[in-house]
């Protein structure tokens, strides 16, 4: 990647809070790059150092250790008004003493633009995120939904060369959210925005990213597209992290097939031989009636309206198996046999 | 990125170069600097900088510019590290250049003698800083701080940066200079020897730490007497205040809470003696209570009431309403629901108020006590008013720096009793509380309703509070009514002449006279109020700013130091000022600046504590947005955090007013005859007997302190907040 198609990059970044030097790092050196144009979304369990990730790229936090660059230029010591970067807090955060115009003027007006073309830009930010004729109104009289817009607005306004979004979509109920998301994502596209995306939830990411990294415990578990992080997750942590996945030692043999009990996989990638874990997705079993494959006896049903989710007694143990399936039913006590799918199994490290 | 990122650096290069060439180097004797702007280019006292360093041979001052030039070269090197060195290089020179030839060099040469011995007499010598000096030292503390900044200290933010390094220099030039200085002077002997036994001799004998009373003797030590009485007082005083908290929040009807904010309001507005004036009128050898005896019974009138148990019960009236102001925010604390999950657990009201309320309460019950302690130890005017032959350290050290014995050392020593008191007991608060808080201040509303407090405590606070506040009532008007009547106890005949000896007004040839004897005082504690309570206010917050919402290195000293000057009882701070400014570099003794000083440091925890406490209950994520936004910290603080912060202000205003106006201890050490203030020409008074102006006097403060703060609210207005009124942003009263 050269330098100009690069819009955040981060060298070998460490961060411990406090100045004690026992203390433990916050974030243990992580690199990583954020292509200029893309949405790339930081994901991970609370307490895991995405939200310190982000708060680094604003400049709210100064790195214990490494380097930052922007643009091909370092800005590690910066302070956020020196960087070209806008943030959407959780909270949002409007001031709550401005309305809704001043609040999004607010950051155009405090760079030194006239007044009458902060209004104008600030009027044009807020068309572009559908909020009109709410211009003279405090934040405490909008809904959720507004006070969302207008943050989206004020961050959008100064045109920065990176949005950061931190867990922007945790305050709205679930209709709401997916339409948010949607919204933001095409917005992104529209304007060719650089986004880092803070997020907890992993469906989240899956839909709105154009790269997925996936932090565990202040490292980088594993970085990729979505695709790559849902189908081949490298290690136990980030698959089961990325939906639901079952795990199961198996023995992989010296021409890189694994057998999974009277199964065998053909890995995508090179296994060397010995121990292995195999990730299964529930939805990645197929059932037969034939018998063919893994034995399994259903002991446990549940209908969840648009598929089923099973419980097969087997050889390998209990087995979650999720069936889009919905005109043959299996009763509780049926034989059947298990195969696998190509999608949704892969081979991860040993933990 | 438009931002010229160099624009603070070069405007305040351009302020420190200006200091050495408009305004004069040193201090002006007798008048303002101002006045002397004509003539900065002769005149030895009056010259700027340059003239002093080249024409009057004090070649050492051109270290500040040497100082200024390196840090200019940072001008022409890329913004980041390297600028770091250039800036740091340069400020630090200049700025220890300037302070250690200003701290060698005094009014008479060298100012030790081993720098005589090394290079002979110097024959020029040196006044204190005037406003030439003070600028350009400050714009070069401003200088190194960006240079902290440009290497990432601070989070890379020039604003934080010159507002920490700033305020941590003037906390470090007026509290910690100062006191230290005044502290070390215990171990001088009169000839300026040191020794260690020297404090020894002065302070370790029978008057100090005498105990023969407690064996039936007459008298026992002073610093046993201010131990005794603060401890009684802080007691009684923790227990009347909670008591009355409990009584306003949990149990009287809204009838009784218009009197209660009044009887809270009081002793911010009062100076602390009127109720020892209002005390003696009561219960002084011509008080109505001993008249009574003596009509009804024929009981000789004695001085019974002077001595301890006076000012106990002067000081219980005087500083009850603080610890009501503090425990009435702890009680409010509280949260509700954990009271209701109490008696949903099968706890009854009595044991909810035992198990739940009243352990709630203990970090406030602590600190309030601290609080009434240090009151205690610090007060001055109620000592001296009903005190009598009963002394207490701050009227030792009063008498020893003022009196006859003139002796500096003694005063250093007894200062070092009464601070060793007040840290020891801040300390044990601190140890023992540490920052643990029950009080649940958060976002979102309790839904809960308070309990209502069991019937056995209900009668006990009827039964004491209700008289209190009527015998607190009566003190006052008591107080009130000795401004009217000829002379108390002989003649009782209406009049108005204390005014008019006070507050007469005639016209004369050329208009209008203040004839009366009061006006001059009064005209200076309102000026020298009014300019030190802005900048405490200011100062204050600021600081609050930087401990509430900033991180850096040596945060937690910072904090100690900004706290500092609440545990230092307020005659220590003035004992310190008027020992540690009475020479070059810093010399002010006599002017009216030591007192806007001695006022604005004394009462900047005030402002801090207002500040901090308002900072707790607004989201962080406020300043973050506004910082993201590009804005700068500075423009951060006054378009958002500011208008957000107006009740705080108010308070900090208020408060530094108000205390400025009626304090006593720190300043009775710095008035001259020209900086009168009211309340030592009103101590003055009472000192010669003459009650009746001395109470006038405070009746006129009173009324004129409430319109002032009537004032002060109606200016800086409200807030607009939309819907949101009665949420979480209201500003509490700080503790003081």
């Known amino acids: ?351 | 990125m438009n931002k010229n990122p160099n624009k603070a650096l070069v405007w305040w290069l351009a302020a420190g170069l200006l200091a050495y060439l408009v305004v004069p180097w040193y201090a002006i004797q007798d008048t303002a600097w101002y006045s002397v702007l004509p003539q900065v280019w002769s005149g030895l006292e009056t010259a700027n900088g340059i003239v002093q360093a080249l024409a009057n041979g004090r070649a050492w001052l051109l270290v500040g510019l040497l100082g200024l030039g390196i840090a200019a070269v940072g001008l022409r090197v890329p913004v980041g590290r390297a600028q770091s060195h250039w800036l740091l290089a340069g400020g630090l020179i200049g700025l220890l250049g300037l302070l250690a030839s200003g701290f060698a060099i005094g009014a008479r040469g060298w100012s030790f003698e081993y720098l005589n011995a090394q290079f002979g007499e110097l024959a020029i010598n040196q006044f204190g800083i005037g406003i030439g000096a003070f600028a350009t030292l400050l714009a070069l503390t401003v200088i190194s701080a960006f240079g902290l900044a440009r290497r990432g200290y601070f989070k890379g933010d020039q604003f934080i940066a010159s507002a920490v390094v700033s305020c941590s220099a003037l906390l470090v030039l007026f509290i910690v200079f100062p006191v230290s200085k005044a502290l070390y002077g215990a171990f001088l002997t009169e000839d300026g020897i040191w020794s260690v036994t020297a404090i020894y001799e002065r302070i370790g004998n029978e008057r100090v730490w005498g105990l023969s009373c407690l064996a039936g003797g007459v008298r026992c030590g002073v610093a046993w007497n201010t131990l005794f009485l603060a401890l009684a007082s802080a007691a009684g005083t923790t227990v009347l205040g909670t008591m009355m908290a409990l009584l306003a929040e949990r149990s009287a009807g809204p009838r009784v809470q218009a009197p209660l904010r009044v009887v809270a309001l009081l002793p911010i507005i009062t100076p602390p003696f009127v109720v020892g004036l209002g005390l003696i009128l009561l219960f002084g050898r011509a008080g109505i209570v001993n008249q009574l005896l003596e009509y009804a019974f024929a009981i000789e009138p004695t001085r019974w009431f002077y001595g301890v148990l006076g000012v106990w019960i002067a000081q219980l009236f005087a500083f009850t309403p603080i610890a009501f102001m503090i425990m009435r925010g702890v009680v409010q604390g509280v949260a509700p629901s954990l009271e209701e999950a109490a008696q949903t657990l099968r706890a009854d009201r009595r044991q909810t108020f035992l198990t739940i309320t009243l352990p709630l309460l203990k970090p406030g019950l602590a600190n309030a006590f601290l609080v009434g302690f240090i009151e205690s130890i610090a007060d001055f005017g109620n000592p001296v008013v009903v005190g009598g032959q009963f002394s207490v350290l701050s009227t030792d050290i009063f008498f020893a720096i003022v009196g006859a014995q003139y002796d500096q050392g003694r005063a250093a020593s007894l200062a070092w009793i009464l601070t060793v008191f007040a840290l020891l007991v801040f300390a044990i608060q601190r140890g023992l509380l540490g920052k643990q808080s029950y009080t649940t201040v958060s976002g979102k509303g309790d839904a809960g309703i308070a309990m209502a407090l069991p019937d056995s405590v209900r009668r006990l606070l009827n039964a004491v509070v209700y008289p209190w506040l009527a015998f607190t009532v009566i003190v006052y008007l008591f107080a009130f009514a000795g401004g009217f009547v000829q002379t108390w106890g002989r003649d009782y005949t209406l009049t108005l002449t204390h005014f008019k000896t006070a507050f007469g007004l005639e016209w004369g040839q050329f208009g209008l006279i203040w004839a009366g004897t009061a006006w001059n005082s009064l005209f200076t504690t309102l000026k020298l109020a009014g300019i030190s309570a802005p900048m405490t206010a200011g100062v204050g917050l600021l600081i609050a700013y930087l401990l509430a919402r900033t991180e850096f290195k040596g945060r937690g000293l910072f904090e100690f130091v900004a706290l500092l000057a609440f545990a230092i009882p307020g005659t220590v701070l003035g004992v310190s000022y008027i020992l540690a400014f009475n020479v070059p570099p810093v010399e002010l003794t006599g002017t009216g600046l030591i007192i806007v000083l001695c006022f604005m440091f004394r009462n900047l925890p005030v402002g801090v504590r207002a500040g901090t406490a308002a900072f707790k209950q607004l989201d962080k994520s406020l300043d973050e947005a506004s910082l993201m936004l590009r804005a700068s910290a500075a423009q951060t603080l006054f378009h958002v955090v500011l208008p957000l912060l107006k009740p705080a202000l108010v308070a900090a205003l208020v408060y530094s007013f108000a205390r400025a106006m009626t304090t006593v201890s720190a300043v009775i050490f710095l008035v001259t005859a020209e900086n009168e203030l009211a309340t030592t020409y009103i101590i003055g008074r009472v000192g010669n007997g003459d009650y009746g102006v001395a109470l006038a006097y405070c009746t006129v403060l009173i009324i004129l302190m409430s319109l002032v703060i009537a004032l002060i609210q109606l200016l800086v207005g409200e807030r607009r907040l939309g819907r949101r009124k009665s949420g979480a942003l209201v500003a509490p009263l700080p503790a003081l």
């Open chain 1, 1 to 351: 990647m050269d330098q100009m198609d690069c819009g955040v990059e981060f060298r070998n970044i460490s961060k411990r809070y406090g100045s004690d030097p026992s203390a433990p790092l916050a974030v243990k050196g992580v690199s990583f790059e954020i292509r200029k144009g893309t949405l790339t979304t930081i994901l991970g369990p609370s307490g895991c150092g995405k939200t310190t990730v982000l708060r680094m790229i604003a400049g709210l936090e100064t790195p214990t250790g490494g380097q930052i660059i922007m643009g091909g230029k370092e800005v590690t010591t910066l302070g956020p008004a020196d960087r070209n970067v806008s943030m959407m807090f959780q909270s949002y955060a409007l001031f709550p003493h401005m309305n809704v115009l001043e609040n999004v003027s607010y950051g155009l007006k405090m760079s030194g633009v006239a007044k009458e073309e902060a209004r104008r830009r600030a009027s044009e930010a807020l068309a572009n995120v559908g909020l009109v004729g709410y211009d003279q109104r405090l934040p405490s009289e909008l809904s959720g939904g507004q006070q969302q817009r207008v943050a989206l607005a004020r961050a959008l306004v100064l045109e920065p060369a990176v949005l950061l979004f931190d867990e922007p979509l945790s305050n709205l109920d679930a209709r709401l959210r997916r339409e948010m998301r949607e919204e933001i994502r095409a917005l992104q596209q529209r304007l060719g925005l650089t986004v880092a995306y803070v997020t907890h939830d992993q469906s989240e990411a899956l839909a709105v990213s154009d790269l997925i990294i996936v932090m565990n415990d202040g490292l980088i578990a594993q970085s990729g597209t979505p695709q790559q992080m849902y189908e081949y997750p490298d290690s136990e942590f980030v698959a089961g992290f990325m939906g639901e996945a079952m795990l199961f030692p198996a023995q992989a043999d010296a021409d890189g097939a694994v057998h999974l009990g009277p199964l065998l996989i053909a890995p995508k990638q090179r296994v060397a031989a010995g121990a292995v874990k195999v990730a299964v997705r529930p939805e990645a079993w197929q059932i037969n009636r034939d018998g063919s494959g893994l034995a399994g006896t259903l002991v446990k049903f549940a209908y969840l309206g648009s598929f089923f989710e099973y419980s097969f007694e087997t050889v390998l143990g209990r087995l979650f198996v999720v069936s889009p399936d919905l005109t043959d039913v299996l009763e509780i006590g049926a034989q059947v046999g298990l195969t696998l799918a190509d999608h949704g199994v892969s081979v991860v490290r040993m933990a």
